[in-house]
């Protein structure tokens, strides 16, 4: 076939498992007989080559034969190595957040709660160099959730009281099979020593002087208090609790029905048993989040590298690529941001982003959403960027889309959120339930409530619309996020959480405020067994 475009070059040397230089498609797409070019210019490149580079091409052009390189991968002399490698030429895995080994991090996760973290670097053997058939056909991707050109919202009064009535009628709807709800009014006029449960938002939780807790809960009908005693047995489930978020109470009357003393407390939570889904053929999705293009500390070696192994054989799997936010470092996201940008303008930080975008192999499926250093309003959910911006991220027609979304990818469901939440989640709860070395732990916590940002007021910025898009409303397979620039992940009632780490390097302001990233990796997940390997770039 003609290969008269760039594009159409750069989708047939991914076909053929090959990166290229931007100058190495120019040089192809000028040539003659561009088909021909191709073809020599692979059959100049080394064996071991992962990207056809100009000399190749000019040694194609020139009838030259092969040109040999000083590094092993066959990259040009003097640049890295297309990714650490194993004896056997595989790329380093690690296990995550948690697992002391010699390639990843060290933080919390046991071995019981690790979702499919392999024991050793050669154990995805059976799919290892098998030819892999990268048929888009056979590929089924479909979002949900997406508010991008859907927002209604004005920011009036009463927007915020739509949204928050939104959220309690979908969230009392998960509770109400499991206790015998009764509206705050009706509990109100019960005889006292009744038994009653109540499904309300949190308005208010409290601490009295005896060292029990007063719990106030909000319905459509008013708010009525529950009071958690010491000695029930309940202040694990107390910690635990976050203003605003949908709870249910049961318990007893106080003899003149003003107080309701629990005796129990309950989640919307996600059901302990669930079938999940699952793609019918061997086949991997790519999840990473927080890539910084424009920062002085993104990490562009350790991209070049995944970007390269993506165009291996061994990578033939992984056919879609899943980022949770935050593709450029943005400006004036913090104090002083400035110094420590590389690029400082927004819309050439883009542009710079998709031209690493265009180093992934040309027939990826792509899905991305905002974070917080996106050009997009920081109120939650976030649309997924204006026209000017989707036209310059226009690569590989990548899907742009709202934060949060749900993905289904062959029939597993991906919940994709950025993460600002998680800061929330893991300042307001004991350490052992939620912290930065173990952010899947924090993601616990928003899948047992069953909403991606419950707590409204505080560093998470909600906007009102006529629905709460931030509802976890369907469980998902896998809950995917970011943001906190640490690698964790677990499973939680067979749901699998994954933060996905980032690619930017520590910053001065990271610093100041004692956060050390785990930058460089690429947790991989097969579609088929919701199994994952994290590989490790840098």
Excluded at 98 to 116: I, K, L, S, W, Y
Excluded at 160 to 182: A, C, I
Excluded at 397 to 419: K, Q
């Amino acid at each position: 076939m003609p290969l008269e475009s760039n594009a159409r070059i750069v989708g047939e040397l991914a076909s053929r498992g090959y990166n290229a230089e931007r100058e190495a498609v120019t040089l192809l797409a000028g040539a003659d007989d561009a088909a021909a070019a191709l073809e020599a210019a692979v059959e100049a490149a080394p064996d071991d080559a992962l990207r056809i580079t100009t000399d190749h091409v000019r040694a194609a052009l020139d009838d030259r034969g092969p040109v040999s390189n000083d590094g092993s991968d066959g990259a040009p002399s003097g640049q890295p190595s297309a990714t650490p490698v194993n004896d056997d030429g595989s790329p380093v895995e690690t296990k995550g957040s948690g697992v002391a080994n010699e390639t990843g991090p060290t933080a919390g996760v046991g071995a019981d709660d690790r979702a499919g973290g392999r024991d050793d670097p050669g154990s995805d053997e059976d799919h290892r160099g098998a030819a892999h058939d990268r048929d888009p056909s056979r590929r089924e991707l479909a979002v949900g959730n997406d508010m991008t050109g859907h927002s209604t919202g004005t920011g009036e009064y009463a927007d915020f009281v739509r949204t928050f009535r939104d959220r309690y009628e979908r969230l009392s709807g998960l509770l109400r099979g499991r206790v015998n709800h009764r509206p705050a009014e009706a509990i109100a006029d019960m005889p006292g020593g009744s038994d009653a449960a109540m499904i309300g938002l949190v308005n208010d939780v409290r601490s009295t002087k005896s060292g029990h807790w007063l719990i106030e809960l909000e319905d459509t009908t008013g708010t009525f208090p529950a009071l958690v005693m010491k000695d029930k047995g309940l202040a694990d489930v107390v910690d635990e609790i976050l203003m605003d978020e949908c709870l249910a109470v049961e318990g007893t009357l106080a003899d003149d029905s003003g107080i309701l003393f629990a005796d129990s407390l309950h989640f919307p939570d996600v059901p302990r048993t669930r079938v999940t889904g699952g793609a019918d053929r061997h086949v991997q999705a790519a999840l990473i989040s927080d890539i910084h293009v424009g920062s002085e500390e993104f990490v562009a070696d350790a991209w070049s590298r995944f970007t390269d192994w993506l165009h291996t054989p061994e990578a033939a799997p992984v056919e879609y690529l899943l980022i949770a936010g935050d593709m450029v470092e943005g400006v004036g996201v913090y104090p002083d941001q400035d110094e420590e940008l590389d690029v400082v303008d927004i819309y050439e930080q883009y542009e710079l982003f998709a031209e690493y975008l265009k180093e992934v192999p040309a027939d990826t499926e792509i899905v991305m959403i905002p974070g917080n250093h996106d050009a997009v309003r920081l109120a939650e959910p976030q649309p997924g960027f204006n026209d000017e911006i989707r036209e310059i991220m226009d690569v590989h027609d990548a899907r742009i889309v709202s934060n949060p979304a749900t993905v289904s990818v062959e029939g597993v469901e991906v919940l994709m959120y950025h993460g600002v939440s998680l800061d929330e989640v893991i300042a307001e709860l004991p350490e052992e339930k939620a912290s930065y070395d173990e952010p899947h732990k924090a993601m616990y916590q928003l899948l047992k409530k069953r909403h991606v940002a419950p707590q409204f007021g505080g560093h998470t910025r909600v906007a009102p619309e006529e629905r709460d898009y931030l509802v976890i409303e369907d469980v998902p397979d896998v809950f995917h996020t970011g943001h906190v620039h640490k690698l964790g992940w677990g499973k939680y009632h067979d749901v699998l959480a994954v933060n996905s780490g980032c690619w930017q390097s520590q910053t001065d302001f990271q610093k100041s405020v004692n956060i050390d990233p785990d930058a460089g990796y690429a947790p991989i997940l097969d579609l088929d067994t919701l199994e994952m390997t994290v590989r490790k770039f840098t």
